[in-house]
């Protein structure tokens, strides 16, 4: 970014189009970011001879982001596959907690006339 804003510091133009690039932030946004810097790097290659930039590191920025975009979407994809296994968890814990409430509840109703032991169903914390 440092050498297109220098390489294109007196096109109003294009350091434009360079703040727009720089701006966002997360993982798809720089995979963007770099597929657009490749692509405004190719379309203006004058300035950044000029400032001494190796043109080989914008098809460099274009590979990475392919990689990256292809990464990205397989770490979505197992993303997906996770959760499938909280789906589950979730669902477990919720015939856990619907289970123990019951308990819970028939234990207070059996022992309300037993201090001592009705102590044992009940909880400060909500349930």
Same mark, same amino acid.
């Given at each position: 970014m440092a050498d297109l804003r220098f390489a294109y510091r007196k096109r109003s133009d294009l350091i434009a189009h360079v703040r727009a690039i720089a701006d966002g932030e997360?993982?798809?946004?720089m995979i963007q970011d770099l597929s657009e810097i490749s692509a #405004?790097? =190719?379309?203006?290659?004058? &300035? #950044?001879? =000029?400032a001494n930039f190796d043109l080989t590191q914008l098809d460099l920025a274009e590979q990475r982001s392919n990689?990256?975009?292809?990464? #990205?979407?397989?770490a979505n994809g197992s993303r997906l596959d996770n959760s499938k296994a909280k789906d589950m968890r979730d669902r477990a814990y919720t &015939? #856990? =907690?619907?289970?123990?409430?019951?308990?819970?509840?028939?234990?207070k109703y059996a022992f309300r006339k037993n201090p001592e032991r009705f102590k044992g169903y009940i909880s400060k914390y909500k349930s």
């Open positions: 997360g993982n798809s946004d #405004l790097g =190719k379309a203006n290659p004058e &300035q #950044l001879t =000029k990689e990256l975009a292809d990464l #990205l979407a397989k &015939q #856990l =907690k619907v289970a123990m409430n019951e308990i819970r509840d028939t234990g």
